[in-house]
């Protein structure tokens, strides 16, 4: 069975680097909100949460690469090694170089990481190993030679643009690094740590700390062969504590559970479990609620929440004080991009007890991954990796300001945040008498608490205690200019763009990066308001924002896929210490291939049926979007089989599929005279193997449905 995990630790999320590496090939699809990427998770980095197959074979694993596509990293490594040490050519050392350095990022082992990628560079694998290495750098906080890296990377694919921002990231962490010793925070590593990963922890209402772990205590018999270590289990400790218990062993089953939230009278309970639907399913995470009649009575059998969908990620509860909102991180395609904060309210009035859950503002959200909520009264502490931060992961806090919109996040630098990945941080609630002075005085406390971090020195993932103290006074400032009433702006600055194919004629080849798209007109609609733009070589725009307004704009060029991209100012506050706000959109525009087929990703069958499956839904979903974008293109939808079954059974059966792709793309309003369908069959395979020899991904990579332009 292909069970999907989503791995519920930071260390255990989603890569910000997209790859190519392994057997598994990553299909680009031609319109840019189409594009998925194949990514690989890394087994130490990231604090959002990316749901990754992890393919459980029942096969042997003979080999390092084998063990590599199944994606378990810890089994591959020193297979890897000893095929490295034995490779006749470059390209097969490149080939497993990439490989070993992506199975120890993985496993969250950066110092080798960053020795396997420089001697996968070192005989030729390319952009991919330039780029793991330069993300390696800057997460072990090696600013410098990151920013050179990136530069050499930028240069390499030919689009300085594409890493800009991480340049400039690290200009500024290393600023940040400056400041620590003045800043009044500490930080140290708190005794209860295992050799494993610990991470996420909440207060529970005797003041112990519950958190999750996939440490040898872990409920499950066998480990899990991406990390080598047990699968996630709840456990609780003294916060001064070495000794960790479990939490319970009727919620802990062999399953991932982790992160949970309590009430404050510790009665009821969420947290994350990875289940399939239905028996043989794909596993997705899903929040489920448990509570107890009494304080020291048992839990109730758990249940999932009933506003969440089917194949999504529903992850990292956190609950209101009053009890009455839930917030959370989801990767519905309907958000803003990855994962994406939102909250949901009680309601005893509708049927499921609960409102529909809204999307939190643009300026808290990014296209890349928000997650790890926690709430400090109005104050909302999460991770991000979209905003611009140290490394993997940083910490964030905002707050609600007037009209119940959001503050402007700001980065808590460091020790806090780190070139590696950090989040779920939570603040200790301790009672101060009502005419207690309020810290003042340089090494006053302001406040405690703990966070994860799988930065240097760490043992994976590692929860760390903090300290907040007031710090000593800055040097006086000699400006004496007086002060100019603030205006308050909110600037979007846009990007139009296009891919960089590693083969400029062919759209399934890899894609490199993006760079500007000279010449694109650019539309921007809000209220009842038209705004045009032409962009130059730079493919850059400009234009100053209003308050409370949605905005959608749309790029077109001849020869390329129209394309859109949508910013909301809603729920944004004003931020006195920085009174203009500077936001980024980007519209990548596709070239148009006519008569070359483009596969769509995600469009799955099940065996022997051709009707739409819930989970295809989403990219046809955009792919409608992207014809009504450009009403006078018209396309043919085409199915493609494996190699098993009779030839006359996989063409009909290709047939019904593509028709039913079709059938529902007019459903979506597609006018059917722009549409076709034909079935192929298993006549034109992606993959040539010999049929009894193929993989089982050689076989999917086969049973694809595609598109191309026809006129």
């Known amino acids: 069975m292909n069970k999907k995990l989503l791995l519920l630790p930071p260390s255990l999320l989603p890569a910000k680097i997209p790859t190519t590496a392994g057997r598994l090939r990553r299909i680009n699809l031609l319109p840019p909100s189409l594009k998925l990427w194949r990514v690989n998770l890394p087994a130490a980095i990231a604090c959002c949460l990316l749901l990754l197959s992890s393919c459980n074979y029942t096969i042997k694993i003979k080999d390092g690469p084998t063990a590599y596509d199944r994606k378990q990293y810890a089994v591959a490594a020193p297979m890897l090694e000893k095929e490295f040490n034995k490779a006749k050519t470059r390209t097969e050392k490149g080939q497993l170089a990439y490989e070993l350095a992506e199975s120890y990022r993985q496993t969250g082992q950066d110092e080798k990481s960053l020795d396997w990628y420089k001697k996968a560079y070192d005989n030729n694998y390319g952009a991919d190993a330039l780029k793991g290495y330069a993300y390696a750098l800057k997460k072990l906080e090696r600013y410098p030679a990151a920013r050179d890296a990136f530069k050499n990377l930028g240069i390499e694919i030919g689009s300085p643009y ?13 600023g940040w690094l400056k400041e620590t010793p003045a800043n009044g925070w500490k930080v140290e590593v708190a005794a209860f740590n295992s050799p494993q990963n610990d991470f996420a922890p909440v207060f529970f209402r005797d003041g112990r700390l519950v958190f999750t772990s996939d440490r040898a205590m872990s409920k499950s018999e066998g480990a899990y062969n991406w990390t080598g270590h047990k699968f996630m289990d709840i456990f609780i400790v003294e916060p001064d504590g070495a000794s960790a218990q479990v939490f319970d062993n009727i919620l802990n089953t062999n399953d991932n559970e982790g992160t949970p939230c309590f009430n404050g009278a510790g009665t009821a309970m969420f947290f994350v479990r990875v289940k399939g639907a239905y028996k043989g399913d794909d596993a997705f995470c899903k929040i489920y609620f448990s509570e107890k009649s009494a304080a020291d009575a048992g839990w109730s059998e758990p249940q999932p929440l009933p506003f969440q969908k089917e194949k999504i990620n ?72 979209g905003l611009p931060g140290m490394g993997g992961y940083d910490i964030f806090r905002s707050y609600r300001s007037e009209r119940n919109a959001w503050a402007p996040p700001i980065n808590l630098k460091s020790p ?5 990945d950090d989040f779920g941080f939570i603040v200790e609630r301790k009672q101060a008498a009502a005419n207690a002075p309020k810290p003042s005085k340089p090494g006053d406390l302001i406040k405690a608490g703990f966070f994860t971090s799988n930065r240097p020195g760490s043992r994976g993932d590692d929860i760390y205690r903090f300290e907040q103290r007031v710090p000593p006074p800055k040097p006086p400032k000699t400006d004496t200019t007086a002060a100019k009433p603030l205006a308050y702006k909110m600037i979007l600055e846009g990007y139009v763009l296009e891919k960089i194919f590693a083969d400029p004629n062919d759209p399934n080849s890899k894609v490199l990066g993006r760079k500007p798209l000279n010449g694109a007109t650019v539309q921007a609609e809000f209220g009842s308001k038209k705004q045009p733009f032409t962009v130059k070589d730079d493919g850059y725009f400009k234009m100053e924002l209003a308050e ?52 769509l990703e995600n469009i799955y069958y099940d065996y022997d049926k051709w009707d739409i499956r819930p989970d295809a839904e989403p990219t046809l979903n955009r792919l409608a979007e992207v014809l009504k974008q450009n009403p006078a293109i018209r396309i043919q939808l085409g199915s493609h089989t494996d190699c098993r079954g009779n030839d006359g059974y996989n063409e009909d059966l290709s047939q019904k599929r593509a028709q039913s792709a079709v059938n529902y793309l007019i459903s979506r309003g597609i006018d059917p005279n722009r549409l076709g369908a034909v079935g192929y069959g298993e006549t034109q395979p992606a993959v040539g193997c010999a049929c009894s020899r193929c993989t089982e991904a050689e076989h999917q990579a086969n049973r694809r449905t595609t598109f191309k332009v026809v006129e």
């Open 162 to 174: 594409e890493y800009r921002k991480e340049i400039t990231a690290c200009n500024v962490a290393e």
């Open 314 to 385: 529903y992850v990292h509860p956190a609950l209101s004080a009053d009890g009455n909102t839930l917030f959370f991180a989801c990767n519905d395609p309907e958000g803003w991009g990855g994962y994406d904060l939102y909250s949901v309210q009680r309601n005893s009035k509708t049927e499921s007890g609960w409102d529909d859950p809204r999307l939190l503002s643009r300026n808290l959200n990014t296209p890349g991954n928000e997650a790890f909520p926690a709430l400090d009264g109005d104050t909302l502490y999460f991770a991000s990796d």
């Open 416 to 420: 806090v945040n780190s070139g590696a």
């Open 548 to 599: 409370n307004m949605d905005y959608n704009f749309t790029a077109a060029l001849e020869g390329y896929l129209s394309n859109g991209a949508k910013f909301s100012t809603k729920g944004i506050a004003k931020d006195p210490a920085n009174p203009e706000q500077t936001f980024e959109i980007e519209i990548v525009l596709d070239k148009i291939y006519r008569n070359k087929e483009i596969v």
